[in-house]
């Protein structure tokens, strides 16, 4: 079916831009005349410009009596760029068909709404399950005021994420760290714990040919500011931006020091135990735009994770090598628990090379 294809090309070039377009969503756009593609767009780096005038402008005066394919409802409000509804309106198309009814209190329908009663013709819900996926930081933050947050833990035959205390332990090929690759590239910022952050000193960047320019925000949580400068993330973080989330009871000292490499320092509430408070350090990274965390800590805060009930999407990447002795478990009591009883759904199960990575997705 035409309109299938054609949507299906929508969504491949919103896809494209995932992780570049925050705080506003990855939107593909195409504008079809008798069978033929007159005109795309997708949205920008930054979020603007917004991906149907890009298209529109590509179709020019092919646009009358054409029909528009986009991924997401288009916006109807004011910002820094008209809406949407009023270039399609003038453009002259005659069809909108689009994936997803946009939740955002200020769209809402209305971008649909304001369409028919110029006379368009518009249908929704085509592909809608795929256009939620990729939409999913979007439609997370507009709806519960955070991002979206992709868990991704890798773990031994015999199910441990490491041995030893501070034992760095190789458990996927490079097949499958070159998917984890990509999937930072598609996110806004990478999350990772103070133990991460010390234990394995990693540098959350996207080391993929052709993508190394697309090495997202890296985000550490860490209540008593223990992160050092020797560290890739801080010695980076001129080069690639780094926050470092603490308590408000956090010592000064740290701050100041960690503000001389170029690394900034967000206080957020704590917890009961003194903690950061999960939920409140989310809702500080919605407040700044971000829509997609990818979250590559350890077990524990993978489990703190899924006690408050953050985890939108997890993968489970199982290495063919089994540790052989007592480890670190990589599945903790919570996220075993949101698991096993189905509130994290098996949706997708992909081999790379000699792993195996299952993806869950939050039951609906």
Same mark, same amino acid.
């Given at each position: 079916?035409?309109?299938i294809? =054609?949507?299906r090309?929508?969504?491949?070039?919103?896809?494209?831009?995932l992780?570049?377009?925050?705080p506003?969503?990855s939107?593909g756009?195409?504008?079809? /005349?008798?069978?033929?593609i007159v005109?795309?767009?997708?949205t920008q780096?930054? %979020?603007?410009?917004?991906?149907e005038p +890009? /298209?529109?402008?590509?179709? %020019?005066?092919?646009?009358r009596?054409?029909t528009?394919y986009?991924?997401?409802?288009?916006?109807?409000?004011?910002?820094?760029?008209?809406?949407?509804t009023? !270039? &399609?309106?003038?453009?002259?198309?005659?069809?909108?068909?689009t #994936?997803?009814?946009?939740?955002?209190?200020?769209?809402?329908?209305?971008?649909?709404?304001?369409?028919r009663?110029a006379?368009i013709a518009?249908?929704?819900?085509?592909?809608?399950?795929i !256009?939620?996926?990729?939409? &999913?930081g979007?439609?997370?933050?507009?709806?519960q005021?955070?991002?979206?947050?992709?868990?991704?833990? #890798?773990? $031994?035959r015999d199910? =441990?994420?490491?041995?030893?205390p501070? +034992?760095?332990?190789?458990? $996927?090929?490079? &097949?499958?760290?070159?998917?984890?690759?990509?999937?930072?590239?598609?996110?806004d910022?990478i999350?990772v714990g103070i133990? $991460? #952050?010390?234990?394995?000193?990693?540098?959350? $960047?996207?080391?993929?040919p052709?993508?190394?320019g697309?090495?997202?925000?890296?985000v550490?949580?860490?209540?008593?500011?223990?992160? +050092?400068?020797?560290?890739?993330?801080?010695?980076?973080?001129?080069?690639?931006?780094?926050?470092? &989330?603490?308590?408000?009871n956090?010592?000064?000292?740290?701050?100041?020091?960690? !503000?001389? =490499?170029?690394?900034?320092?967000?206080?957020?509430?704590?917890?009961a !135990?003194g903690?950061?408070d999960?939920?409140a350090?989310?809702?500080?990274?919605a407040?700044?735009?971000?829509?997609?965390l990818?979250?590559?800590g350890?077990?524990?805060?993978?489990?703190?994770l899924?006690r408050a009930?953050?985890?939108?999407v997890?993968?489970?990447?199982?290495?063919?090598?089994?540790?052989g002795?007592? %480890?670190l478990p990589?599945? %903790?009591?919570h996220?075993?628990?949101?698991?096993?009883?189905?509130?994290l759904?098996?949706?997708?199960?992909?081999? =790379?090379?000699?792993d195996?990575?299952?993806?869950?997705?939050?039951? +609906?």
């Amino acid at each position: 079916m035409a309109d299938i294809r =054609f949507m299906r090309l929508a969504l491949a070039l919103g896809h494209r831009n995932l992780g570049r377009t925050w705080p506003n969503p990855s939107v593909g756009a195409i504008v079809v /005349a008798d069978g033929r593609i007159v005109g795309q767009g997708v949205t920008q780096a930054g %979020g603007r410009p917004h991906a149907e005038p +890009q /298209a529109l402008a590509m179709a %020019g005066e092919a646009a009358r009596g054409a029909t528009l394919y986009v991924t997401l409802e288009p916006c109807s409000h004011h910002g820094r760029t008209p809406p949407c509804t009023d !270039a &399609i309106v003038a453009s002259g198309i005659a069809r909108v068909v689009t #994936a997803l009814e946009d939740p955002d209190a200020r769209v809402a329908g209305r971008g649909h709404a304001l369409l028919r009663e110029a006379g368009i013709a518009v249908e929704t819900g085509l592909l809608r399950e795929i !256009a939620a996926r990729d939409h &999913i930081g979007h439609v997370t933050r507009a709806t519960q005021g955070r991002p979206s947050l992709h868990l991704k833990l #890798a773990r $031994t035959r015999d199910g =441990f994420a490491a041995g030893a205390p501070d +034992q760095r332990l190789r458990i $996927t090929g490079p &097949i499958a760290d070159g998917a984890v690759h990509l999937w930072r590239a598609h996110a806004d910022a990478i999350l990772v714990g103070i133990g $991460t #952050a010390r234990a394995d000193d990693p540098s959350l $960047t996207v080391r993929l040919p052709g993508l190394s320019g697309r090495s997202p925000l890296r985000v550490v949580l860490d209540s008593t500011l223990r992160l +050092q400068p020797s560290t890739h993330l801080v010695r980076g973080a001129r080069d690639i931006p780094t926050l470092v &989330i603490t308590t408000r009871n956090a010592p000064a000292h740290p701050k100041r020091m960690l !503000a001389s =490499f170029g690394v900034e320092v967000l206080c957020v509430a704590a917890d009961a !135990a003194g903690r950061i408070d999960l939920p409140a350090a989310l809702q500080a990274l919605a407040a700044r735009g971000l829509t997609r965390l990818c979250c590559e800590g350890g077990p524990h805060l993978a489990d703190a994770l899924a006690r408050a009930d953050l985890v939108d999407v997890c993968t489970l990447i199982t290495g063919p090598a089994a540790l052989g002795t007592a %480890g670190l478990p990589a599945i %903790g009591p919570h996220l075993e628990s949101s698991l096993s009883r189905g509130h994290l759904k098996p949706v997708e199960t992909r081999d =790379f090379g000699p792993d195996r990575a299952v993806t869950y997705e939050r039951s +609906q």
